[in-house]
C-alpha cells in the first residue's frame, strides 16, 4: 500500500514542479522531510543524504568556479570567435564553449559570455545566444564536471553502493554527441531569427511604467495635448485605470491623476520621459530616475527576485537602482508591470547610484549585459595559478592519484589564501538550494526504494516493454528522463528519474550502467522549450527570442543528440 501512496505524492511532486510557483528547493526539503516524518526514511539516512560525497564535492566544485569565472580568458575568446558568417562564428563559438564548459560551471560560462555577444555588432546576438547555451550542455556531458547534472547522477551512484563514476566516463558518447550536435547546429544557422536586422527600428525594446501624480500638469489634459504621442522612440501602449485597461488609446483621451501609463521603446529613447514632470517611473520621480546611468542586467538563476513583484522588493534600498524597463525575450508584457512576476532571464533596465557597484548582492541577482562584471577580473598571474590549480586537480583525480574533492579542497584553500576568493563572497554565492534540492532528491530516492515504489515502476516498464527487451527499457528510460528535463529543471529530472532507471536494470537483471547513463544524458537533453535549463532563460531576452525559437533550433539537435547516444551507450556501456 505504501508504494502507491509514495507513486501518488511523486505525482504531486512532479505536478507543483510543472506549475513553478514554488521553488524547487522548497518542494524537495519538504517531501524529503516529509518522508522522514512517516517512517519511509531513518533518520541516519535523511540527515546524511545532505553530506553524500559527491554531492560535497559539487559544492566545493561550484564555489572554486567562483574564481574560475573572473578569469580574462572568456573574453579574450569572444573577440576571436565572434565575426566572419554566422555558420562560422557558430562554429568557433560552439567548440570554445564546449571546450571550456567541459571543465567550467556551464552557467558561469554563458554569464561571461553573454554581455560580450549582446553588445558585439559583428552578427545579431539572436543569432548566437541559442548556440552559445546548446554549446554549453555540449560541453557539459562530456566529463564528470561539466554539468551539475553529472555529479548529481553520481552522487546517485554512490548512494545505491555503485562504484563512483570516473573523471572521463563521459567522454567516449559525449564527445561524438558534441560534434554531431555543433555540425547540426551550424548546418541549421538560418532556423536562427535574426531579430536586430530583421527589426531595428524595435531593438531591445522594454516595457516601462508611469504613473501620473497627484497634482500633475499632466491631468486633465488629453494624450495629444501633454504630446505623449509624439515621443521619438517611445510608444504609449495602453493605461491602468481603476483596475481596468484602455487600449489601443486614443490620441483624444484624458489623462487622470493615479493613471498607469504603459510605455515601449528602445533604451535610448526612455529619456525621453524625463521632461515630463508628474510622472513617476516604477515609483520614483521621472526626472530623478532617468537622469541616473542607465545600465542593462539579467536576472540570474541564484537571484531572489523570481517569482516576486518589484511591489514586493524594496529594490532601491537593496541595490541602489531603481527599475526603469523589464523586457522578457519577444514577450508583450501587460498591464501593472510593477506585480508581474519576475523571472530567471528576464532584463531590467536600471537606473543605478554611485554605490551600485559597491553592494555585495549584484553578482548574485544580475548578469550584467553592459558595464562589465562588478567585481575585477583576475590579473593575468592570478588567472595561471587558479587555471593551472584546476587542471591539477582534474588530472590528479582522472589519474586515480588524488580524489576530486580532495584537489578541489587544497586548490580552495590556495584561492581563499590569496584573496582570489573571500568568505564573503563564498557566503553570498553559497549554493543553498542545489545543496537542499540534491540531499532532498537522495532522500526521496531511498523513499522509493524502501517502499517499492520504483520496483513497481520498474515492474510496469518490464511488462510495457516486454516484446522489445532490455534495448526497449533502456529507450524507455532515457525517453521518460528527456520528457522530465524538458518540463522540469535537469537536476530534479535526474533525481526522479535515476531511482526508476536503477530498479529497471535490477528487474532486467543486467548492468545498470547503460541505464545510468540514459539518465545522465537524458538530464541534459532539454534543448526544445526554454523553462526548463536556465542558461536557455539567461539568453531568451537579450536574444529576444520566442518560445517558438527554441523548439525550431532545438529539434534537430534534439533528435541528433538523441538518436547518437541511444546508438553508442549500449557499446560503450554493454548490458
Not at 546548446?134 to 560541453?139: D, E, F, R
Not at 561539466?146 to 562504484?163: E, K, Q, R, W, Y
Amino acid at each position: 500500500m505504501s508504494a502507491y501512496v509514495v507513486l501518488l505524492s511523486i505525482v504531486a511532486l512532479f505536478a507543483l514542479l510543472i506549475r513553478g510557483r514554488t521553488s524547487p528547493a522548497v518542494l524537495f526539503t519538504i517531501w524529503a522531510a516529509g518522508y522522514y516524518l512517516t517512517g519511509l526514511v531513518d533518520e541516519r539516512k535523511w540527515l546524511t543524504s545532505y553530506s553524500n560525497p559527491a554531492l560535497v564535492t559539487l559544492i566545493v566544485l561550484l564555489l572554486v568556479s567562483l574564481a574560475l569565472e573572473r578569469s580574462p580568458l572568456l573574453d579574450r575568446f569572444a573577440g576571436v570567435v565572434l565575426k566572419g558568417r554566422p555558420s562560422l562564428a557558430i562554429l568557433r563559438l560552439s567548440v570554445v564553449t564546449t571546450v571550456v564548459s567541459a571543465f567550467l560551471n556551464n552557467t558561469a560560462v554563458v554569464g561571461a559570455l553573454l554581455g560580450v555577444i549582446s553588445r558585439q555588432r559583428h552578427l545579431p546576438a539572436s543569432k548566437l545566444l541559442i548556440p552559445l547555451s546548446y554549446a554549453a550542455i555540449l560541453g557539459g556531458i562530456t566529463t564528470l564536471v561539466g554539468t551539475s547534472t553529472n555529479l548529481v547522477v553520481n552522487s546517485f551512484v554512490i548512494d545505491a553502493g555503485l562504484p563512483p563514476l570516473g573523471m572521463f566516463q563521459f567522454t567516449a558518447v559525449g564527445v561524438p554527441v558534441a560534434l554531431a550536435c555543433i555540425a547540426v547546429m551550424v548546418l541549421g544557422s538560418r532556423l536562427l531569427p535574426a531579430h536586430e536586422a530583421a527589426s531595428n527600428e524595435n531593438r531591445q525594446a522594454y516595457f516601462l511604467e508611469a504613473q501620473v501624480t497627484a497634482g500633475s500638469p499632466l491631468a486633465g489634459k488629453s494624450i495629444e495635448q501633454n504630446r505623449l504621442r509624439s515621443l521619438d522612440g517611445l510608444f504609449l501602449l495602453e493605461i491602468e485605470r481603476d483596475g481596468r485597461l484602455i487600449s489601443p488609446v486614443g490620441p483624444d483621451e484624458t489623462l487622470r491623476e493615479g493613471d498607469v501609463l504603459v510605455f515601449t521603446g528602445e533604451i535610448e529613447k526612455v529619456q525621453a520621459l524625463q521632461q515630463f514632470s508628474g510622472l513617476h517611473v516604477f515609483g520614483t520621480r521621472a526626472d530623478t530616475l532617468l537622469g541616473s546611468n542607465l545600465i542593462e542586467v539579467v536576472i540570474s538563476n541564484e537571484s531572489m527576485l523570481p517569482n516576486r513583484t518589484l511591489r514586493d522588493v524594496d529594490f532601491r534600498s537593496q541595490f541602489d537602482a531603481g527599475v526603469v524597463g523589464i523586457r522578457r525575450g519577444d514577450k508583450r508584457l501587460a498591464g501593472q508591470l510593477g506585480r508581474i512576476p519576475l523571472r530567471v532571464g528576464d532584463c531590467l533596465l536600471l537606473a543605478v547610484g554611485a554605490d551600485f557597484a559597491q553592494h555585495r548582492n549584484i553578482d548574485r541577482n544580475f548578469h550584467l549585459l553592459n558595464g562589465g562584471l562588478l567585481r575585477p577580473k583576475l590579473t593575468s598571474n592570478q588567472s595561471r595559478i587558479a587555471l593551472s590549480g584546476f587542471a591539477l586537480a582534474i588530472a590528479l583525480s582522472a589519474l586515480d592519484v588524488w580524489p576530486l574533492l580532495n584537489g578541489l579542497l587544497a586548490l580552495l584553500a590556495v584561492l581563499l589564501a590569496t584573496r582570489m576568493l573571500t568568505i564573503n563572497e563564498m557566503r553570498r554565492r553559497f549554493p543553498f538550494e542545489l545543496l537542499l534540492i540534491i540531499g532532498s532528491a537522495l532522500t526521496i530516492a531511498t523513499a522509493l526504494e524502501s517502499s517499492g515504489a520504483a520496483q513497481l515502476v520498474a515492474h510496469t516498464m518490464r511488462s510495457a516493454f516486454d516484446g522489445y527487451g532490455v534495448t526497449g527499457a533502456f529507450i524507455g528510460v532515457y525517453l521518460i528522463t528527456l520528457a522530465l528535463t524538458e518540463v522540469i529543471t535537469n537536476n530534479a529530472a535526474a533525481a526522479l528519474a535515476f531511482p526508476i532507471a536503477l530498479s529497471t536494470a535490477r528487474a532486467f537483471d543486467v548492468d545498470p550502467m547503460p541505464f545510468v547513463m540514459a539518465v545522465a544524458y537524458g538530464a541534459s537533453a532539454g534543448f526544445l522549450v526554454p523553462f526548463g535549463y536556465q542558461t536557455h532563460l539567461m539568453v531568451m531576452s537579450p536574444g529576444r527570442y520566442r518560445v517558438t525559437d527554441f523548439f525550431k533550433a532545438g529539434v534537430p539537435v534534439s533528435l541528433t543528440y538523441s538518436a547518437v547516444v541511444l546508438l553508442l551507450v549500449p557499446v560503450f556501456f554493454p548490458f
